[in-house]
């Protein structure tokens, strides 16, 4: 796998807006005196650069976003457990879509994508590690991600299909 140095500054720029939309641009609301929900567009970049680069940089792109932005505006003890799941937001809509043979996904496929990567991290993965971790009860960490999810899902599909319609951050390697 040879990775050009404008996908590597595509990568770097999606990493950054990352953690710009996830630390700064974001609403935080506490349960429990822990961030519990968090409303925002951080995981647009993570999912977009597993879109468009696979799911291998999509990973990476997840996994610095969260490192770097702990290291920029820590939110708490790190906790690695979330950068696995930064980095799984990355991987899994990369994943069903390569296993769909989609290269250029319509609406529907993108958001069936997206859907399942953020029900597996966000809804899932989250609210067990919030519980383990913290002892957060489920009926207090399900409902707000279930009312907050389908409303993310809904726009990272229209923006990241919007996007890929344009050709944005399409980087062909073979033309550079």
């Not at 940089?57 to 610095?64: E, H, K, M, Q, T």
């Not at 950068?83 to 069936?112: C, H, Q, R, W, Y």
């Amino acid at each position: 796998m040879k990775i050009s140095s404008r996908e590597i500054t595509t990568m770097g720029l999606l990493i950054a807006l990352s953690i710009i939309l996830t630390r700064v641009a974001s609403l935080r609301i506490a349960i429990g005196g822990v961030e519990g929900v968090r409303i925002g567009l951080g995981k647009l970049p993570i999912i977009l650069g597993g879109i468009v680069f696979g799911p291998l940089v999509g990973g990476l792109i997840g996994a610095f976003s969260d490192l770097l932005g702990y290291f920029i505006n820590p939110m708490g003890a790190y906790m690695p457990h979330f950068t696995l799941t930064s980095a799984l937001g990355g991987i899994i809509p990369a994943t069903i879509l390569i296993l769909m043979k989609k290269d250029e996904p319509n609406v529907f496929e993108l958001g069936i994508a997206i859907a399942i990567g953020q029900i597996i991290t966000s809804i899932l993965l989250i609210s067990y590690f919030l519980h383990i971790l913290f002892g957060l009860p489920w009926a207090v960490l399900i409902p707000p991600r279930m009312v907050a999810e389908p409303i993310h899902i809904f726009i990272y599909t229209y923006i990241i299909n919007m996007i890929l319609k344009r050709n944005i951050l399409i980087v062909n390697s073979k033309n550079i």
